[in-house]
């Protein structure tokens, strides 16, 4: 499942959520939002999507995922709107049988979404500027 929110994020009650007795892997990435990038201080980002799109595409991300590899669930929920410094803005839970699966599939997923699904990051600065920032590229999406 692929979802958006204007909320929080909270990982723990996501991981809860996995619970497959037949997986003995769960891998999770959590993206979360630093102080400085590229040399300069970041005050807080701003998500902005097209909702309806992004959840079309990110769903059919999950659904390539559960296809390519041996998994069993895969789930990620992507914030919109402000975020502050060290809060989650994007969360991706792999389920599986053996790590391998699960490791190459959440990283999947997190690649793909950053490269396929319409969604806009705003770096807003200490010194009062703003700007949207690109989320792949060199240095970026690793």
């Known amino acids: 499942m692929f979802q958006l929110t204007n909320q929080p994020i909270d990982p723990a009650a996501l991981e ?3 619970h497959n007795e037949a ?11 630093r102080n400085l ?16 799109l992004a959840e079309k595409e990110g ?8 296809r390519k590899f041996a998994i069993a669930r895969a789930l990620c ?6 975020l502050e410094i060290g809060g989650v803005a994007v969360w991706v839970g792999v389920e599986a049988g053996h790590r391998g699966a ?9 690649d793909e979404v950053k490269a396929r699904v319409p969604i806009w990051k705003k770096e807003h600065y200490l ?14 999406g690793n």
């Open 16 to 18: 809860a959520m996995f």
């Open 102 to 110: 699960a490791f190459d599939a959440c990283r999947f997923v997190i």
């Open 127 to 140: 010194d009062g500027r703003s700007e949207w920032v690109e989320t792949l590229g060199p240095g970026r």
């Open 59 to 66: 769903t059919r991300i999950l659904e390539e995922a559960m």
């Open 37 to 52: 990038n590229e040399e300069r201080a970041v005050e807080r980002l701003e998500y902005e999507v097209f909702g309806p």
């Open 77 to 82: 929920i992507h914030r919109t709107g402000l």
């Open 23 to 33: 997986c003995g892997a769960l891998v999770t990435f959590e993206g979360r939002v």
